[in-house]
């Protein structure tokens, strides 16, 4: 029978503007300031630049035209409809508000398990997302999002039968009881740390009090909850007590696996055109869990492998694990759509990267 893979995460809307507001700001600040150099060449100060740019903002128009939409957001909703299109058996964990059927509508018709997407009386959560031509904004709204927890929520018995794997996305307060029902049953467990939601290395050690199998980090917030820039080594020195393999992500400056006894980077990948790199760092931790579900029997194997003697065995998993997570997040930003494992297939084919030493 196959084996579920289940996501525990936030489902909520995203409001989509695309405007040219930030490039109508840029041009109005550059042009404030070019014009006062121009006429008084040495008297510019800190607080007369501050003046200048505040202008800039208030000579934009008050009401802003731009294009608009609503699309289901949030990194559960993300990580499955990623996983289900690449052809993992998916269930989605979540909690919404009201008027958001129309979300649990569409992943159905995508093929995800929604029996555990429980719906509350509370307002379902908006980001509003504002996109231009060189940047993208999320404007987020942490007091609805808090009230989205499965306080009061009876969960099912058999909310974890027939399942290989659980990745909490990010990992949270909120999903922490869940999450480690997860662990006590048997399953792999995954999660994502983000900055958004772990502010310190401290609040990380109050939800992650036992060893996890694995988990995925970008580099970035890394050093935001570490308050400083340090290298990977020390990096994972501080981090290792919390899972057994460590993703560490960096963009275009490639990626890393380590584990006690292993550590693998994978460069990075530089690509002519770049539609958005919004949702990349969900696409590469739905890729790199799907080859990881495909060649993993389940927790036991993986103990296993993670053992000194079978340490090449491991490596080739993982360098398989980090290709794919890699074509992923690739596919993602170049074609800002949701690939297929055919596509998948094609797409590598097509697209030769570098070996992994």
């Known amino acids: 029978m196959t084996q579920n893979l289940i996501v525990l995460g936030e489902l909520h809307q995203d409001l989509y503007y695309e405007t040219e507001f930030y490039e109508d700001l840029a041009q109005g600040i550059v042009s404030n300031i070019s014009n006062f150099i121009k006429y008084n060449p040495d008297d510019l100060n800190k607080r007369i630049l501050e003046n200048l740019v505040r202008k800039a903002f208030t000579d934009t128009p008050k009401k802003i035209e731009g294009h608009c939409f609503f699309k289901r957001g949030g990194n559960g909703n993300n990580s499955s409809e990623y996983f289900a299109s690449l052809g993992v058996p998916t269930k989605l964990i979540s909690v919404i508000g009201r008027g958001s059927e129309w979300m649990i509508d569409e992943l159905k018709e995508l093929g995800v398990n929604t029996e555990s997407i429980f719906q509350i009386d509370e307002i379902t ?16 709204a942490p007091n609805l999002k808090d009230k989205m927890n499965f306080d009061g929520i009876d969960l099912p018995e058999k909310l974890f039968d027939n399942t290989k794997l659980i990745f909490s996305t990010p990992i949270a307060q909120k999903f922490i009881k869940i999450f480690n029902e997860g662990t006590n049953s048997g399953l792999i467990t995954a999660f994502n ?43 994972d ?121």
């Open 125 to 140: 959560p908006v980001s509003t997302i504002i996109k231009s031509k060189f940047t993208t904004k999320i404007h987020l």
């Open 193 to 235: 740390i983000e900055r958004q939601k772990i502010h310190t290395l401290e609040e990380l050690k109050e939800l992650i009090k036992q060893k996890k199998e694995l988990f995925f980090l970008n580099l970035k917030d890394a050093y935001r909850i570490l308050n400083e820039k340090v290298s990977i080594d020390e990096i």
């Open 237 to 357: 020195e501080t981090f290792k007590q919390f899972a057994k393999i460590r993703v560490y992500t960096a963009g275009k400056d490639g990626s890393y696996v380590i584990t006690d006894h292993l550590k693998i980077f994978y460069p990075g990948i530089e690509v002519e055109t770049i539609i958005d790199r919004t949702g990349a760092g969900d696409c590469y931790a739905a890729g790199f869990l799907t080859k990881l579900y495909e060649l993993i029997d389940d927790k036991n194997h993986l103990e296993d492998l993670l053992k000194k003697d079978k340490l090449e065995e491991l490596k080739r998993i993982l360098n398989s694990c980090i290709e794919y997570g890699t074509h992923t997040a690739i596919y993602k930003i170049t074609k800002q759509s949701t690939p297929t494992k055919i596509e998948m297939v094609n797409f590598i084919q097509n697209f030769k990267i570098n070996t992994i030493e």
